[in-house]
């Protein structure tokens, strides 16, 4: 239960989303309105006394099938992800190749993803995402096909990522807004930390199973994986009944794209916490990008070794997600400490830059995962707890355009760089150059009179 403080800062909230929320209308935010609705937050939970409060979520039926079909669909496409990485090196043996690769995953995303958030809010949330698994596992299919006939190259990989990117693209803002919906608003902090765990039990299984099969099986069959993971996924959504009534937008697509980004200039708190999270993604996530070429160099190692340094990450990144859910129960942590993440991960990086051995490489990957997830989670949470059901699609896509818009940009620049100079000397330069730029980012902030010091919810 939360305090009286705690209650009284929910009810102002409430009423600042709405008088900031360009798609409703300002006279008619009477006590009766602000109320909240079916689409937002007011479930019956339907196991009350058989879980434990620290996953309390989960006492809701749809957004236990919603979790369990993420964890399955996400952990294929760990499966198939870690091998379009490692085949892309394999076969060009080139850096560069690796941030061309990270750009046609990630790029397909970005674009999509304004239009993405924009549908969330106006169709069926799991449409969209029973939509988007059906096409995916058609393209890893295909790979199935290319893998088994010998016939796969770089350029079938890149447009292999190129299609997931689009799947993602749609996936993410559709998933996040059903995710929240799903259950009381009590609860929805607790849902985007455990939504957290899930996709890193997946980060974590994915790359480490992905090794295996690869090594025993080949390739192929972490295709296979991945589709079948996309249909199971599908089925399990379909499963899901009595799903909350959605408040959509009355404008059109166009019109509500332009409050969504009317609605971002007058939360200038999140916008800060968005550009910590930019420059996080373009100058911090080559650290994992660089990875296969990091173990062929300076390890001589092969793909075993690999997909172990990438479950590193993803242990780092779980155990951060279920630091996340203290912050459900009431712990308040001030919005500046949520972005240290993003110091942490540039000092992971750094001491990556020196780094020539597999066992204090894997060390570093889990601070690296730990930091990351920290971070993301802890914007997420911001974002999707302190906006109204009808804009949390569209102010859920902001956050996965500010990593899917840098993220690529920061693969390529990486990959390049690597090619003339080193991976090492990559590292350390970006690392780096991210600490300058949080500081500088936050002393604006602070300078321009921005709040960070509201509470976490």
């Not at 929240?180 to 299984?205: C, E, P, Y």
């Not at 690999?306 to 779980?318: D, E, H, I, K, N």
């Not at 996965?400 to 690597?418: D, F, K, Q, T, W």
Request: with cysteine; net charge neutral; proline share 4%.
């Amino acid at each position: 239960m939360r305090g009286e403080d705690d209650g009284s800062y929910n009810e102002k909230l409430m009423i600042n989303n709405r008088n900031l929320d360009p798609s409703t209308d300002d006279s008619s935010a009477t006590v009766e309105s602000l109320a909240p609705t079916v689409g937002d937050g007011q479930k019956s939970a339907v196991w009350p006394g058989c879980v434990p409060p620290l996953f309390s979520a989960m006492r809701y039926r749809g957004f236990v099938l919603l979790w369990v079909a993420a964890l399955i669909s996400h952990t294929g496409n760990w499966m198939c992800m870690m091998t379009i990485q490692w085949l892309v090196f394999d076969l060009s043996q080139s850096e560069s190749m690796l941030g061309l690769n990270t750009l046609a995953m990630a790029l397909p995303a970005f674009v999509m993803l304004p239009l993405a958030g924009v549908l969330a809010d106006h169709l069926d949330r799991r449409f969209l995402l029973v939509i988007t698994r059906l096409g995916r596992a058609l393209a890893y299919l295909t790979a199935v096909f290319l893998a088994v006939t010998g016939m796969i190259g770089v350029w079938h990989l890149i447009v292999l990522s190129v299609l997931i990117g689009i799947a993602n693209g749609v996936v993410m803002p559709a998933h996040n807004a059903l995710m929240v919906g799903v259950v009381g608003r009590d609860d929805q902090a607790n849902a985007v930390a455990l939504n957290a765990i899930q996709f890193q039990i997946s980060h974590l299984l994915g790359p480490i199973l992905g090794g295996v099969v690869f090594y025993v099986f080949g390739a192929a069959w972490n295709f296979a994986a991945g589709a079948s993971g996309c249909v199971l996924g599908v089925v399990i959504l379909l499963a899901m009944k009595n799903i909350p009534t959605q408040l959509t937008p009355s404008v059109s697509l166009v019109r509500s794209g332009i409050q969504g980004v009317s609605y971002l200039r007058q939360r200038m708190d999140l916008v800060v916490m968005l550009l910590v999270v930019c420059f996080s993604s373009l100058l911090g996530l080559p650290l994992v990008v660089l990875l296969p070429a990091f173990v062929q160099q300076q390890l001589a190692g092969d793909a075993a070794i690999y997909s172990q340094l990438v479950g590193c990450f993803g242990l780092g990144a779980l155990i951060g997600a279920c630091f996340q859910i203290l912050r459900t129960r009431g712990v308040v942590v001030p919005r500046p400490l949520l972005l240290v993440g993003g110091v942490l991960l540039a000092g992971s990086e750094l001491m990556a830059g020196y780094c020539t051995d597999a066992p204090m490489m894997a060390m570093l990957l889990v601070l690296a995962g730990f930091a990351n997830i920290s971070l993301i989670v802890g914007v997420k949470t911001e974002i999707l707890t302190t906006t109204s059901d009808s804009m949390r699609g569209r102010a859920s896509s902001y956050l996965s355009i500010c990593m899917n818009a840098c993220h690529p940009i920061g693969g390529v620049l990486a990959g390049v760089l690597a090619q003339k100079f080193s991976v090492l000397a990559v590292y350390k330069s970006f690392a780096i150059s991210l600490v300058i730029i949080i500081s500088v980012v936050l002393l604006c902030a602070h300078f321009q009179g921005v709040d960070m010091r509201r509470k976490a919810l």
